[in-house]
């Protein structure tokens, strides 16, 4: 018997959370614009507002709250100035005493300092969260975030070749 | 071992005397048959035992013995060093309960031993010295600070506080740090009791092994440790990060790490409106396409994702097919892979066959009983008519078969 069992996708995986959620966020924003003209600029450029933030926030769903930056991109999410919904305190209060756990205040000295000085605070910028971590941490969070970035672009790059004419 | 003597005697002593001097030399020298002692750490511990030698005088010292060796050039410029000058000479007085003799060196050793395993090993837990060249070992530190540790305990720990240069700890207490003593000065003979007891105990010390020609203060201990970690975790980045492989500087590393983590950003942000753009142009209504759009990208990757035939079946009451989809099938370059291809084609030409004649549901039915890879090809039909026809289908929670099996590629 010649059976072709080729694997399947795991749905427990990153890869698949997050297209689920993006995809599902996707037919959302396609369902919200109005059928007037898509086409202008302007529009696009809302939309692509609304497509990268929901790819970030599909992303940090994905990942919950397991890691730092996730916490904090979901948070920096959560009080966007553009969002309407009221943000509970309770949520800031909780994201306040994650920052203070996450804060050690450990000052690099040694060679660790000189060397890492000036990337370690480029690194952070870049990492969301990373202000308040240590150089291990940091390393970790951002070990961690490439991998969940090349999850979302690889998936979002195969829904782009999809529905590309 | 003369300048061991020489910084004695350079000690602000009071009373010495040449006898003393000479059982000096001679616990000198017994020593360094068996230790490595370092000068520094030698004062250091004189300055500190001197609490430990005021509870010795009251305490029961079962292997007393030992510390008597030391005590004379331990002593340094303590009050109590009359006392010990005493010693020797009245021994007797010593303690109706111990005696406190010159102890040959074997059974000095074995005395050791059996003090550092009476020691509680709580001692032991600490930085566990196993064979060193770099050791500071003071043996009957060790029993003595084991033995009078109730005593010790008394006194403030602030006497052994100040005296972290010995401990190899990274984390210092009270209660640990008259441990650390104890574990710091324990002889190479019984380190590896030491060890084996140390592992018994939960206290989550980093055990930190200064290696020969390393700095042995905590300070530089905790940091070499933290290095450790950080150029661990840095080596695991070099495996993500691609274009790490040629770069060895740590500098230049993070520095491709941080230029990868821009790119991988502005990917996102460069996709997002490609697909912002492809919406303008395309109605697509991704809802349901979620499962099934899966397979279709997963099967591009090396292996193919398998999609059960039954499945696939409610998808089939859709709007009728009409060529366009079917062509747009054909020449979608999504589809699944190599082994996908024929069938597809072969699907393909039936599917157009079909849908010239009519467009009955019906008709697609074969779809599922063809024993080719009609799985793979279904969801890219599918998504296909929805791309085309704008079409709702029915989310069927049988279609959540697709994802059950595990994928290797899962992350």
């Not at chain 1, 080729?6 to 369902?31: D, E, G, Q, V, W």
């Not at chain 2, 004379?72 to 303590?78: I, K």
């Not at chain 2, 999504?334 to 004649?357: C, D, K, N, R």
Request: hydrophobic share 30%; aromatic share 8%; net charge positive.
């Amino acid at each position: 018997m010649n059976k072709y069992n080729p694997p399947r996708m795991n749905p427990s995986s990153l890869r698949s959370r997050f297209a689920t959620r993006f995809l599902r966020s996707l037919s959302k924003i396609n369902a919200k614009k109005p059928t007037a003209s898509s086409s202008s600029p302007t529009e696009i450029f809302r939309r692509y507002r609304r497509i990268k933030v929901a790819a970030d926030k599909s992303m940090a769903y994905s990942v919950r709250s397991r890691r730092t930056w996730s916490r904090a991109m979901l948070w920096k999410l959560r009080t966007r100035p553009c969002c309407r919904r009221s943000v509970k305190t309770s949520t800031i209060v909780r994201k306040t005493r994650h920052e203070k756990q996450n804060k050690n205040t450990t000052t690099t000295t040694g060679e660790d300092g000189v060397v890492f000085g000036v990337e370690a605070d480029e690194l952070r910028e870049l990492v969301p969260g990373g202000e308040a971590m240590d150089l291990y941490n940091l390393l970790d969070e951002t070990a961690h975030y490439i991998k969940c970035l090349t999850t979302q672009v690889q998936v979002m790059k195969k829904i782009a070749d999809f529905y590309s004419p | 071992m003369l300048h061991r003597l020489e910084s004695l005697e350079s000690c602000n002593y009071n009373g010495m005397g040449v006898a003393v001097l000479e059982r000096q030399a001679a616990s000198l020298k017994w020593q360094q048959q068996n230790y490595v002692v370092q000068h520094n750490n030698l004062v250091e511990l004189c300055a500190s035992s001197m609490p430990q030698l005021q509870g010795l005088t009251g305490s029961n010292l079962g292997s007393g013995q030992m510390v008597e060796l030391k005590r004379p050039e331990v002593f340094l410029g303590s009050d109590d060093f009359q006392e010990f000058v005493n010693f020797p000479v009245a021994g007797a007085e010593f303690g109706d309960s111990e005696k406190l003799d010159m102890v040959p060196p074997e059974a000095a050793a074995d005395y050791c031993i059996s003090r550092t395993s009476s020691c509680q090993m709580t001692a032991l837990n600490t930085s566990v010295m196993k064979e060193e060249r770099e050791d500071m070992i003071l043996e009957k530190m060790e029993s003595t600070t084991g033995s009078g540790r109730k005593s010790f305990n008394k006194r403030k720990p602030e006497a052994v506080a100040d005296h972290k240069g010995k401990n190899k700890r990274i984390k210092g207490e009270g209660e640990p740090e008259v441990k650390t003593k104890c574990s710091t000065e324990i002889s190479r003979n019984s380190s590896k009791e030491n060890s084996k007891a140390s592992e018994v105990q939960k206290l989550d010390y980093i055990h930190v092994r200064a290696r020969r020609g390393q700095a042995t203060d905590s300070h530089s201990l905790a940091e070499r440790a933290r290095r450790e970690k950080i150029s661990k975790k840095m080596k695991c980045l070099q495996d993500l990060v691609p274009s790490c492989n040629k770069i060895t500087g740590k500098a230049g590393m993070l520095d491709e790490i941080i230029n990868y983590v821009q790119s991988l950003q502005r990917q996102v942000e460069f996709l997002s409106m490609k697909i912002a753009a492809l919406n303008s142009s395309v109605q697509f209504n991704v809802e349901n396409l979620t499962m099934k759009e899966f397979p279709a990208y997963v099967a591009n990757f090396p292996a193919a994702a398998k999609l059960p035939a039954m499945a696939s079946l409610p998808y089939f009451q859709l709007n009728p097919l009409q060529k366009e989809s079917v062509n747009c099938m054909l020449n979608e370059s999504m589809l699944p892979p190599q082994t996908a291809t024929e069938g597809i084609a072969s699907a393909s030409v039936s599917i157009s066959e079909q849908s010239l004649s009519s467009s009955s549901m019906t008709q697609l039915q074969p779809f599922s009983t063809w024993n080719m890879d009609p799985q793979d090809i279904v969801p890219g039909i599918i998504s296909n008519f929805k791309r085309e026809y704008n079409f709702k289908c029915h989310y069927s929670p049988s279609y959540k078969t697709y994802s059950n099996d595990s994928d290797s590629y899962h992350s």
